[in-house]
Structure formats: C-alpha cells, structure tokens
C-alpha cells in the first residue's frame, strides 16, 4: 500500500481522475446513480482546482448536445449519465460518433425504467450500443478510474476520434468504497497529453462545417468510416493498455481471462460480477471442476478474433447477459455464438440473464451456471435467479 | 461518386457552397412563371425566395433558375404586381 492509496467511491474516482485530466467543458445533468460523479466533479471547479468551463443545463439531451458542440469545437469534454439519462441522450448518440468528436461519457449502469428501478444492469448502456461509441467495462473502482485515464488516449487517437463510454456498474461500484492506487496527478497529464483536435470548428485558418445532411451515397460511406475507426480503436485500445501498464503497473487487455487456458467450461461476464465469477471459478477449482471466466472490457469495439481463441477447445461456453432483448437473448449472447463460428468446434453455448433491476447475484449463483454447464441442465437461454 | 477514403471524416467539408451541387428541382409540382411585362423590378421575390431560385442580373429580376426551385409558390404570393404564375409542371 502506497501512502497516496485512497479509501473512495468509484463515482468519486471517475470525478478525481478527471479532475486530474482537467478538461475544457463539462457539461451534465445529475442522476441516480452517477450524480456523485459530476458533484464531485462541480467542487472541484468552484474550488478553483480544475479550469473546466462547467455548463449546467436543463437535460441530459442538452449535455450531450452540448459536449458534442464544444468537442467539436476543439475542447476537450466530459460527461457521465445512468440509465434514463443515458436513454434521453439515445437521439444525439450516433449524432456524436458519427460527427467524430472523441468525448468520454462514463455510464453508472442502472436498469432502465419500467417498472422504475435504480439499480444496477446493463440495460443503459447495451441499448447505447449501436450508436458508434466505444464502449469499456471496469470490475471494480481502482479499474473504473483507470479507465477514466486510458478511455480518452483511444478515443482521441488521430485515426480514431470516435467518443467513449467508460461503464461502471451503478451502487455496486460507484456507491461502494474502496481501496484504490491513484497516478500522480503530473503522471496522468503526461499520459494523457494536450488535446489535439481534428477539424475543430473555432480554426478560423481552415474553415469547415460540422453535421451536415447526407444524401444515401454519402450517408452509407461515413457509416463506413467509423467502421474502420473501429477496427483502429481495436489496435490503439491494446497500445493504450500496453503504455498505461508501464505506467502504472497495472495490466489491461482487451479481453480479460482468469483461468481461462486449461479450463473445459468458461463464464463470459460484464462489470463487477467478473470479480464474483472470479471467486466461483476458485471455489470450482477447489472441487475439481476446470472452470475459468473472461470479461471483454473493450465491448465496442468487440473483440471477436481473441473471444473465439478463447472459446477454443471448451466444452460449455455460459455468455452472462445483465439485459435481455424480451423475445429474443441477452445482447451479448448472439455476439459471442458470431464470434464462435470461427472455429471449428462450436462449444455448447448457454445465455444466462442474471441480475436485472439489480438483483444480486452470488458467488454460488455463478458457481451453480457452471453445474448446469457440467450437469448438462443448462437451457438455451436461462434466467438466474427468477422465482417460478 | 466520392469515395470514403476521400471524404473528410465526421460528415464534414471543408468545401463552402456544397449544397449547390445537391439539385432539389425535381421535387416540384407547380412552377413560376414570369410575366416580364409587369415585373417592376422591386425585387421582393427574391427577397422571401427560401432558396436561390430568383436570378438577379445588373440588379434587375431576370427568371428563375429552377435547379432547386421546389414550386413553393412564396414568389407568387408576395409579388405586389401578381407578375408570377403558378402553373402545373
């Protein structure tokens, strides 16, 4: 333990990471349970301490809108939103990837309203997930403040300028406290470096305009574009790792693997229940049974080519959704049965929804996933948890 | 067509005057038509035209240009000598 180690919420690491990064704008709007994020992050500017222009507006419509005008502009900009507000947001979205303008959102993921519920899923963020972001997933705070730090040094990379959600799941890490190593706040301005805009709309020596319309032929190329971007944010995510690594000490990849290389049945899993699955995966170990989980932290874009290298080889792939498309799967499931059809052996592949609306899921629930997978009982698409 | 490696990113251009280039002519139904006799040359037509329809020569009113006219008919209502028709196209 350093003497810089600090007892504190992940609301409140995301808020320090970015008081440490100092942007230009911020502008947000409070929500449960993200609100401690930009509270935190509002004393720090009427402390003096960050020179942020904060602008407070009247929805999370006009945040984002906001923080899409000023990066465009060429400042660098953060926000933070949770469920509704990440919802309210859904029209300027795609509005702000395709429009290139490289901000960094961190999501506290809370279910989605109805029936109104402020707890923790992935219902935000995976409705969120077609709209061109990059999308990053922290297990607990220590990783949700690193990821604050690193989202912005692959978003802002020259060939890929495309914004970035950092995901942290809602109460479970951003009301939680615990221990974390923060960098030197002069470590993090280095690593992060000045903001270098593409195209800013204020360089009055080049002049151009911003969000035009499209016709279909153009409208299909700049898809295609982002497209590509993607594929860039792919390489620079695991540069960015690599270099953070050095660093900090810390080491990221772009998939997660606990256990992984040995083990017969694996658990795909998002968030802080990667930590839960971690300590099943220990106790089935201790029993016998060669479990391993994965967590693909960089969910956009998806790292399809390392979780098919994953899935090599195991006889029982368990892909744990917390949302569900109602009549369909959990979002990642169809993903990671894409992502299979590169091998030759298909594993038997299993979807289970678990922890909507925040229900909690234990170690022995995750434990009890990897027991169907062996016992041959795991359905198609099973759900956790659900009283019948 | 442009290809995509040639675009600028982000939808953006650095080219002003784009949209001319973008002929909205053939959504029209009705069309204007002159009557130069009665034209007066005060120019109010062009004025309230909502594109760049109105073709102004030695600051005289001098035809429609109905690469983006849309048939609108605006010119029509506000020209004080009724000196524009709206006839089916």
Known sequence: MSPKDMAINGDSAVAFAWKQIDPDVCAAYPITPQTIIVERFSDYVADGEVHTEFVCVESEHSALTVCTASQSAGARTFTATASQGLAYMWEMLPITSAMRTPLIMAVANRAVSGPININNDHGDVMAARDCGWISLFSENVQEAYDMSIIAPRIAEHWDVQLPCLVNLDGFILTHAIERISPLETHTVKEFVGEYKARYPLLDHRNPVSHGLMDGPDFYYQHKYQLVEAMAKAAQVAEEVFKEFAEISGREYHSVERYLCDDAEYIAIVLGSSFGTAKAAVDKLRAEGVKAGCAMPRVYRPFPEKMLAELMKGKKGVAVMDKHLSIGAYGPLYPEMIAAALDLEVIPGMYNYIYGLGGVDVTVDHIKSIFEDMVEGRSEKVNFLGVKL | ?89
């Open chain 2, 1 to 89: 067509m442009v290809e995509y490696k040639d675009m600028l990113i982000g939808g953006r251009t650095d080219k002003p005057g784009s949209a001319e280039g973008f002929k909205t002519g053939d959504w029209r139904s009705f069309v204007p038509v002159v009557d130069m006799d009665k034209c007066i040359d005060c120019l109010t037509c062009w004025v309230y035209c909502p594109d760049d329809s109105i073709i102004i020569k030695d600051d005289k009113m001098a035809g429609i240009k109905l690469s983006h006219c849309k048939g609108c008919g605006i010119c029509a209502s506000v020209c004080p000598k009724k000196a524009i028709a709206m006839v089916e196209d």
